[in-house]
């Protein structure tokens, strides 16, 4: 795939190791996982939520970390970072090797949007209105750019011809590619409607996303002109996930839908009787994953869309799914984080955070990270003998 295609590769811790302080568990272990970190929304690239290892057997929480405000961001974790904010509009950095904070940045309203780490920065919008480059090393903001509307999606860095491009979509239903170098904008799309969904790739290099409109977009990376569209039947209110050249989307008309954009219907429609999808899926290479509002985790076919199996939890699942080699992990509105079965939906673990949980998780070197609705950020690692 062409280098105009791919996000930017990201390893390693930034730093150097004290002679005082070893390396913590999550830097010892990352040589036995394939995931190092997971430094953009939904694992980035399509948005798939895909997780290349197996899932851990024996969850226990390894550490945590609580502020004043609910988590409301997807946490992202990157060159030896966590990052991720809060309902009180604070954007918070923690350093994994001492788990202290490294620093906060106070914005003005509360940070849906998942931060983006790259190249020592952090890109992270706002409900205030604002979208910012950070200093990873600091905190100090590098620039920041005003929109029309809230920021609440997380961005995306994509490497173009000219540098690092950061693409990211905003509540004034405006898609935008900025330079990461300054904030200059190299193209702004005007949908005409809110846009609540992050932008994925699909192997074909375009970037597609939802809208209020009840449009999922398929536009050029190099100018954002209109490649493709497609009418939906209600509005698209999460991320999209691209697998190959297909899209998957859930919208208000309780609809999972596929589509490959090229023609004027979808692929195929998956209806979930009367009850509405609440989580952006998630896509492996058999199936698509979504929670619902009637408390499940749906499972269909990916090419066919037909149902295959429903998980129930005892609270609404908004919690965005992440997809292992043998798994799915998910949060639950009861407090709990589960695993359970690709292949038949059935249990493999439940952990109890006592916080309901309506952020994905992410999933970086061994642990799983995950915020709750009443301000703890938990680092969930394997456990020990049963």
Same mark, same amino acid.
């Given at each position: 795939m062409s280098l105009v295609w791919m996000l930017l590769a990201f390893a390693g811790c930034d730093g150097k190791k004290s002679a005082e302080m070893p390396p913590s568990p999550m830097q010892a272990a990352s040589v036995a996982w394939a995931t190092k970190?997971?430094?953009?929304?939904?694992?980035?690239?399509? !948005?798939?939520?895909?997780?290349?290892? @197996?899932? !851990?057997?024996?969850?226990?929480?390894?550490?945590?970390?609580?502020?004043?405000?609910? +988590?409301?961001?997807? %946490?992202?974790?990157? &060159?030896? +970072?966590?990052?991720?904010?809060?309902?009180?509009?604070?954007?918070? %950095?923690?350093?994994? #090797?001492?788990?202290?904070? @490294?620093?906060?940045?106070?914005?003005?309203?509360?940070?849906?949007?998942?931060?983006?780490?790259?190249?020592?920065r952090v890109f992270a919008g706002s409900n205030d209105g604002s979208f910012r480059a950070l200093d990873l090393t600091s905190g100090n903001v590098l620039w920041q750019i005003k929109g029309g509307e809230k920021f609440p999606t997380g961005a995306v860095v994509v490497r173009g011809v000219d540098g690092d491009q950061v693409l990211v979509n905003g509540y004034d239903g405006v898609s935008r590619c900025l330079r990461a170098a300054d904030g200059s904008q190299v193209w702004a799309l005007e949908t005409g409607d809110y846009i609540n969904g992050s932008p994925a790739l699909l192997d074909n290099g375009m970037v597609v996303f939802g809208g209020c409109d009840s449009v999922i977009r398929g536009v050029s990376l190099k100018d954002?002109? =209109?490649?493709? &569209? &497609?009418?939906?039947?209600? #509005?698209?209110?999460?991320? *999209?996930?691209?697998?190959?050249?297909? *899209?998957?989307?859930?919208?208000?008309?309780? #609809?999972? +839908?596929?589509?490959?954009?090229?023609?004027?219907?979808?692929?195929w429609v998956f209806e979930n009787d009367g009850n509405q999808f609440l989580t952006s899926p998630a896509v492996d290479e058999e199936n698509v994953y979504a929670g619902s509002r009637d408390k499940h985790l749906h499972a269909v076919d990916r090419? =066919?869309?037909k149902p295959l199996w429903k998980f129930q939890t005892g609270g609404r699942v908004e919690s965005a799914p992440l +997809?292992?080699?043998? %798994?799915? *992990?998910?949060?639950?509105?009861?407090?709990?984080?589960?695993?359970?079965?690709?292949?038949?939906g059935h249990e493999i673990w439940r952990l109890d955070l006592g916080e309901g949980l309506s952020n994905a998780p992410a999933f970086a070197s061994g642990?799983?990270?995950?915020?709750?609705? #009443?301000?703890?950020?938990?680092?969930i690692r394997e456990g020990g003998s049963p």
């Open positions: 970190d997971w430094p953009v929304t939904r694992g980035g690239v399509g !948005l798939t939520g895909r997780v290349h290892d @197996r899932v !851990l057997r024996r969850p226990e929480v390894e550490w945590s970390f609580s502020v004043k405000g609910a +988590v409301c961001s997807e %946490a992202t974790v990157g &060159q030896g +970072v966590i990052v991720f904010g809060d309902d009180e509009g604070v954007i918070h %950095a923690l350093e994994i #090797q001492t788990r202290k904070e @490294r620093w906060r940045v106070e914005t003005k309203d509360a940070v849906e949007a998942t931060p983006a780490i790259s190249s020592g954002g002109s =209109t490649m493709h &569209q &497609q009418k939906t039947d209600a #509005q698209v209110i999460r991320s *999209v996930a691209g697998w190959k050249n297909t *899209v998957y989307a859930v919208n208000y008309a309780n #609809q999972l +839908v596929a589509t490959d954009l090229t023609g004027d219907k979808p692929l090419v =066919t869309g +997809v292992f080699d043998d %798994a799915v *992990v998910f949060g639950s509105g009861d407090g709990r984080l589960y695993a359970v079965d690709k292949k038949d642990r799983i990270v995950i915020g709750g609705g #009443q301000g703890t950020l938990f680092v």
